[in-house]
């Protein structure tokens, strides 16, 4: 059985994972793919043994969408906006066919480096514990693919794209590498993920 789940803000897939084990009894439960916790949107759920092979073979062919909030002129700690500031720019004079010539560049597959803060495991620890203790953390990069990628919004200094990527494609890396290639860095507002 898989179950489509509109994660709230605020709890991570894990949470979720939990709460649907005390729900329904079983212990086979697995989700396809994690939000961060401060993501809204699709979260995909197998239940039973059957119900995690499906999830597997969706999760092989899955791609993902997302829109994403990105605020310009601010990169933070985490990328993301629960981070503390680390530094501040003054993107005035950016244009909307700026971001758009900057967005083509990301579009196909390429390198990307996830997060510090992150879930990753990096020599055999989640990224982020090591991050949180204060260890210089060199994760290292994973390739990825960008279906498409589009802005639908810009009020300065705020942009709103729409995004298809493959599994595994961190979208707080994506807002931290477009804020980069501007010129002025950014960091990941909000974003929430639906069925593409």
Known sequence: MLLLIDKPKGITSHDVVDRIRDITGKDKVGHGGTLDPHA??????GVTREGTKQLGQFQRDAKKAYKAVIRTGAVTKTHDADGEIVRSTDPTGIKRKDIENVLEHFVGTQKQTPPAYSAV?????????RARNNHNIDVPPRVVTAHDIAIT???????TIQVTVSSGTYIRSLARDIGEDLGCGGHLKRFASFAS
């Open 40 to 45: 809204t949107g699709l979260l995909i759920v």
């Open 121 to 129: 495991k990096v020599n055999g620890k989640r990224a982020y514990k």
């Open 153 to 159: 919004d810009y009020e300065f200094p705020e942009i």
